[in-house]
């Protein structure tokens, strides 16, 4: 079975500082993963995705994620926070062998970024 | 280009109720799939409809239902509701065979059961 964990409930940096929100998985198979944004009161938006292509994936809005298959990680983040990044996020994980997931996504428990002035 | 759409927004009902939510899927898309979002939690799969039919379910008791239209978009449906049921439910669409089976979210529907 596949699950994701996200490590950190709450993340909180001052604006202008570095984005790291942590993501590990567990898959038995090559897994795709996903990072969605959730803003208050509105469904997800996808801001990036792996699919076994290049490992340093970059998203919208200026984050971007590394798929590190040995440490099983694929970490968020952002150079320089901007308040508009305030919002909660989520790690994803889906089994890339396609026949039998469909897509299927199995989602960490999120963690809450707040930015401060 | 219109995204995921659901309806309704919000949603009030009492404890054995039954309740109907509405997807119309992202253009292009032919799967829908439906999760459940508690305060506080992560998203957690329901099931998922393609060519009309259920085609993978999560764990969740047989009070939760659906349907796919011909049209692609889809209905959940939750019969005896209990005060546990409320949550915000998300519709994701996709494309079967599309790359990584890219879900894409609609804004959801608040459930709130009394």
């Known amino acids: 079975a596949q699950s994701v964990t996200q490590l950190g409930s709450h993340v909180s940096v001052s604006e202008g500082a570095l984005v790291l929100l942590r993501c590990n998985y567990s898959?038995?198979?090559?897994?795709?993963l996903f990072w969605y944004v959730q803003y208050p009161n509105q469904g997800l938006q996808l801001l990036l995705k792996?699919?076994?292509?290049?490992?340093l994936v970059k998203g919208i809005n200026g984050f971007e994620a590394e798929f590190k298959k040995s440490e099983t990680s694929f970490h968020l983040t952002k150079p320089s926070a901007h308040m508009s990044d305030a919002a909660e996020y989520f790690c994803?994980?889906?089994?890339?062998?396609?026949?039998?997931?469909?897509?299927?996504?199995?989602f960490g428990q999120g963690t809450i970024l707040t930015v401060h002035p | 280009d219109a995204g995921v759409t659901q309806s309704p927004t919000h949603l009030i009902k009492t404890r054995g109720q039954q309740v109907t939510l509405r997807c119309s899927p992202k253009?292009?898309?032919?799967?829908v799939s439906w999760y459940q979002q508690a305060l506080g939690q992560g998203p957690q799969f329901i099931f998922q409809?393609?060519?009309?039919?259920?085609?993978q379910r999560g764990n969740f008791p047989d009070r939760f239902s659906g349907h796919q239209f011909p049209n692609y978009s889809s209905e959940l449906n939750v019969n005896a509701l209990l005060l546990g049921d409320s949550a915000l439910y998300l519709c994701?669409?996709?494309?079967?065979?599309?790359?990584?089976?890219?879900?894409?979210f609609g804004p959801g529907t608040r459930l709130t059961v009394l």
């Open positions: 994701a669409s996709s494309h079967t065979g599309g790359p990584a089976d890219t879900q894409y």
């Open positions: 898959s038995s198979v090559p897994p795709y």
């Open positions: 792996y699919t076994s292509a290049a490992t």
């Open positions: 994803a994980v889906s089994d890339s062998s396609g026949g039998t997931s469909y897509g299927k996504l199995t």
């Open positions: 253009s292009g898309h032919d799967t």
């Open positions: 409809y393609y060519e009309e039919e259920e085609r």
